[in-house]
């Protein structure tokens, strides 16, 4: 890989989507969460141009880019965005577009290519879009797989590509189903949830236990190929989720049809409170079932293969 500058070429990188198995919210409070990339992905390219542009994006990336590489200037370029993740739907869209930015960047202004580095610095802009994110989607969608996520505290955080994938016997049946984009951004529901914790801690004490109990039980669940407790787990992990007001009655309706029809689903990422929730990750032995119900309701759904690769230099 050609180290010097490479200002004279064209960069493309990709990045995948993500999905939270369990976790969301608790991990923001140091529990560990289980995320896995979603085979949607976000192109970005960048070359060379002469006049000097920017976007609202590019002005939160920049400072952070001159700031942490020691940077006076950035020489001018020309950037470009294809991607085929929904924004705002609980897939990690800020995540993803930050990674790519700075894998782009790095490629670009002929500096080493450094994976934790360029985690590093999407998190720098994770946090101006979110406020107080843990991490975990800029983790997952740049290193890929399956990955365990715990923020032990603002300095450490485990980051654990898991050396193994969901077996063919889970993974052939997950469907996503589009909620509808929520009103609600991911900062104004982990806020929600902070207040939650001021008024009612024993709300939140339990959740947090009990998340972080099934979420350890899912790591195995997930290894051994274990269907029947895989759905039992789901459904615990979003019971929890709803008990602390993340997921809108609308989609919570939606959930308990699946789970009656023999599933599991759960919101993955912040939820909603008002209506949709972004997307849901459904699981049933047979997916058409998920996808009848989906019909029904007139909502978009699309099935997926999880634990696809991270971020990836494609030119
Ligand atoms: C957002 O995708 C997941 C949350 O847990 C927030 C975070 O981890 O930063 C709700």
Redesign the pocket.
């Known amino acids: 890989m050609k180290q010097l500058n490479n200002n004279d070429n064209v960069v493309v990188v990709s990045v995948p989507a ?1 999905i ?1 198995l369990l ?6 409070y140091g529990k560990p ?1 289980l995320l896995t990339t979603v085979d949607r992905r976000i192109t970005v390219t960048i070359q060379p141009r002469h006049s000097v542009s920017s976007t609202r994006m590019t002005d939160i990336f920049e400072p952070i880019l001159k700031k942490e590489l020691g940077l006076k200037e950035i020489p001018s370029y020309k950037l470009e965005i294809s991607s085929n993740i929904p924004i705002g739907c ?1 897939l ?1 869209s800020s995540a993803a577009i930050s990674v790519a930015y700075f894998g782009a960047m790095l490629l670009f202004l002929g500096q080493h290519w450094d994976l934790g580095k360029i985690n590093a610095l999407a998190y720098k802009a ?1 946090k101006v879009f ?1 406020g ?6 800029n983790a997952t969608v740049c290193f890929g797989g399956l990955v365990w996520f715990q923020k032990v505290n603002a300095d450490k955080k485990i980051i654990k590509q898991l050396p193994f994938s969901i077996p063919e016997n889970l993974s052939k049946n997950f469907v996503l189903i589009n909620t509808g984009k929520p009103v609600e951004s ?1 900062g104004e ?2 806020g929600g949830v902070r207040l939650l914790s001021e008024e009612k801690p024993e709300v939140v004490e339990k959740f947090l236990t009990q998340q972080e109990h099934v979420t350890k039980e899912l790591l195995n669940v997930i290894k051994n190929g274990d269907e029947k407790n895989f759905i039992r787990i789901i459904k615990e992990g979003e019971k929890n989720l709803e008990r602390i007001g993340v997921v809108s009655a609308f989609v919570s309706s939606i959930i308990r049809e699946i789970e009656n029809a023999g599933g599991a689903a759960k919101i ?4 909603g409170k008002t209506k949709g929730t972004g997307m849901l990750l459904a699981y049933h032995k047979n997916p058409d079932v998920i996808k009848k119900i989906a019909e029904e309701k007139k909502l978009s759904y699309f099935q997926i293969k999880l634990g696809v690769e991270g971020l990836r230099r494609e030119a």
Request: proline content about 4%; overall charge negative; aromatic content about 0%.
């Open positions: 993500k939270h976790g969301e919210h608790a991990v923001v969460a609980g990690g994770e979110h107080n994110p843990s991490g975990g989607d991911t529901m982990v993955s990422g912040g939820g």
